[in-house]
């Protein structure tokens, strides 16, 4: 569908793409976002976007904190809103070397990622406040949350304070897919760790003397219904390490695993089940058990009704684009901002093929997520 925004013609597409080229040359994997942090805050200081480093880095183990920038709106009469995204990647195994082929912005080094995720919302935003500034667009008071470590179970956003951010409503733009998809509700996420001991013994000499972890693991997980379990719940087993040498029955294995579920209920009700699963065969064979079980995050939902998603659906219309609203099986930033008592949704931001080496995005779905942030700047919430 065709860009009807008044914004679509005001976007420096050499601006926005040198931005986003720039930034993506940047490796900043998770704990390592001090280069990426310094680009942005050269920029902030060139649109007079005020700014703080918090001290999240040195809680998580990173050389660098979240990032928070200020934009002083110029119309009181609307409330102010904040956007988010993050300053890490997922590791990077070669070079990123960002280059357009057709219509696409993709990595020519196929070893490895682009990492458009989550560079897009770095560029998108510092073209849309550049836009703000040369036009004297009216939006009320605008927060930037850049966190550091969100590829590794949201660890920056654990840290903000986010009593600082003086928005009640935001918008992550971290979704996959082209723009137009708002994304409000969440799943809950619990991690498992399971340490299984059993007896070490020679393997070739008297091994019914011994307890083999490995043994009691497998048979644990094949017990169990693994994957999707219904539409709203799922369970992976991701890690499996035990043993020392093949001529030793293993004494001790390791097991991590993780579910999720838009139901809290059934996310409890799963957990149970594998736990139960890793204690009833740990008793069979007479090896001893240590568990321990994480609540990574909750999960919410924002309904059709509130303003987050009323803002969204307004602004992507504006666009000449039908909005769709659904659910998703993945954790990210604003699980944490809305447990913290925000009111926050993730949009769809124009990646593609996250975290892999086929990852790309679409020129003009860039382009459309600065129109969307400007659009979602400007709108009056009492026309709504």
């Known amino acids: 569908m065709q860009n009807k925004s008044?914004?679509?013609?005001?976007?420096?597409?050499?601006?926005?793409?040198?931005?986003?080229?720039?930034?993506?040359?940047?490796?900043?994997?998770?704990?390592?976002e001090e280069e990426i942090n310094k680009f942005i805050i050269s920029k902030f200081k060139e649109l007079g976007v005020s700014f703080y480093n918090d001290d999240a880095g040195k809680k998580i183990g990173g050389n660098c904190g979240n990032l928070v920038g200020f934009k002083q709106g110029n119309d009181n009469n609307r409330p102010p809103l904040f956007f988010s995204g993050h300053m890490d990647t997922v590791a990077v195994a070669g070079n990123i070397l960002p280059e357009i082929k057709k219509d696409r912005i993709v990595n020519s080094d196929k070893s490895t990622i682009l990492g458009g995720d989550n560079r897009v919302a770095i560029a998108s935003i510092l073209e849309a406040i550049e836009i703000i500034n040369e036009n004297s667009l009216k939006t009320g008071n605008i927060y930037i949350i850049f966190t550091v470590g969100e590829e590794v179970a949201l660890l920056g956003a654990r840290h903000l304070d986010l009593k600082k951010i003086k928005a009640k409503y935001g918008f992550e733009l971290d979704g996959e897919g082209d723009i137009g998809t708002?994304?409000?509700?969440?799943?809950?996420?619990?991690?498992?760790?399971?340490?299984?001991?059993?007896?070490?013994?020679?393997?070739?000499?008297?091994?019914?003397?011994?307890?083999?972890?490995?043994?009691?693991?497998?048979?644990?997980?094949?017990?169990?219904?693994?994957?999707?379990?219904?539409?709203?719940?799922?369970?992976?087993i991701g890690t499996i390490s035990g043993g020392t040498a093949t001529n030793i029955v293993p004494e001790k294995t390791k097991v991590r695993a993780e579910a999720r579920s838009l139901n809290e209920e059934?996310?409890?009700?799963?957990?149970?089940?594998?736990?139960?699963?890793?204690?009833?065969?740990?008793?069979?064979?007479?090896?001893?058990?240590?568990?321990?079980?994480?609540?990574?995050?909750?999960?919410?939902?924002?309904?059709?009704?509130?303003?987050?998603?009323?803002?969204?659906?307004?602004?992507?219309?504006?666009?000449?684009?039908?909005?769709?609203?659904?659910?998703?099986?993945?954790?990210?930033?604003?699980?944490?901002?809305?447990?913290?008592?925000?009111?926050?949704?993730?949009?769809?931001?124009?990646?593609?093929?996250?975290?892999?080496?086929?990852?790309?995005?679409?020129?003009?779905?860039?382009?459309?997520?600065?129109?969307?942030?400007?659009?979602?700047?400007?709108?009056?919430?009492?026309?709504?």
């Open 6 to 32: 008044i914004f679509s013609g005001l976007i420096n597409r050499q601006r926005l793409f040198d931005n986003f080229f720039k930034a993506l040359k940047i490796i900043s994997p998770s704990k390592n």
């Open 266 to 384: 059934k996310l409890e009700k799963i957990t149970y089940d594998i736990k139960e699963a890793f204690l009833r065969l740990s008793a069979q064979y007479g090896a001893k058990l240590n568990s321990n079980i994480v609540r990574e995050y909750n999960g919410f939902e924002i309904k059709d009704s509130e303003t987050p998603v009323r803002i969204a659906k307004e602004a992507i219309k504006r666009m000449g684009i039908k909005p769709r609203v659904i659910s998703t099986g993945g954790g990210s930033d604003i699980n944490i901002f809305n447990a913290k008592g925000k009111r926050a949704v993730s949009l769809s931001a124009g990646m593609e093929n996250l975290h892999s080496n086929k990852e790309f995005v679409k020129i003009k779905e860039l382009e459309k997520l600065c129109v969307l942030i400007l659009e979602l700047c400007t709108i009056e919430f009492k026309n709504l």
């Open 182 to 236: 708002i994304f409000n509700i969440a799943p809950f996420q619990n991690t498992m760790e399971f340490l299984i001991t059993g007896k070490a013994v020679h393997a070739g000499v008297e091994p019914e003397k011994g307890i083999s972890s490995i043994k009691v693991a497998s048979e644990a997980i094949t017990s169990l219904n693994i994957g999707r379990i219904d539409s709203e719940t799922t369970c992976n």
